[in-house]
């Protein structure tokens, strides 16, 4: 099992920054691929972003290329989403993700989540 703790949301104004932040515990951090998805009220959770597990490797939705960045620390067992430029449209709960081998946007292939950290974009 991996334990996964996002954190780092928050109220933000358009054109604002934030870094979220997801902790993992429970097996080795550097053995999994790590993905950020988000669930707006009312919609679907969607794909953000995603990395493999040296940190080499990245994939972004179209939606937040060239204004968020993924990146993580294995030694501090973290991936952080860097999220500039934000626009109201990016209001969602985010939710940090864990697999072994997949960096995609298909969140069926993620078995571990977080509980979600909440970002709020005012207009």
């Known amino acids: 099992q991996v334990q996964l703790v996002e954190s780092g949301g928050g109220l933000v104004q358009a054109g604002g920054s934030l870094r979220l932040s997801c902790t993992a515990s429970?097996?080795?951090?550097?053995?999994?691929?790590m993905g950020w998805f988000r669930q707006a009220p009312g919609k679907e959770r969607e794909f953000v972003a995603a990395?493999?597990?040296?940190?080499?490797?990245?994939n972004y939705a179209d939606s937040v290329k060239g204004r968020f960045t993924i990146s993580r620390d294995n030694a501090k067992s973290t991936v952080y989403l860097q999220m500039n430029s934000l626009k109201p449209e990016d209001t969602a709960v985010y939710y940090c993700?864990?697999?072994?081998?997949?960096?995609?946007?298909?969140?069926?292939?993620?078995?571990?989540w977080g509980q979600g950290t909440q970002v709020t974009v005012s207009s």
């Open positions: 990395i493999n597990w040296a940190g080499y490797n990245t």
């Open positions: 429970g097996r080795t951090f550097s053995n999994y691929a």
């Open positions: 993700a864990a697999n072994r081998a997949y960096w995609g946007p298909d969140k069926r292939s993620y078995p571990y």
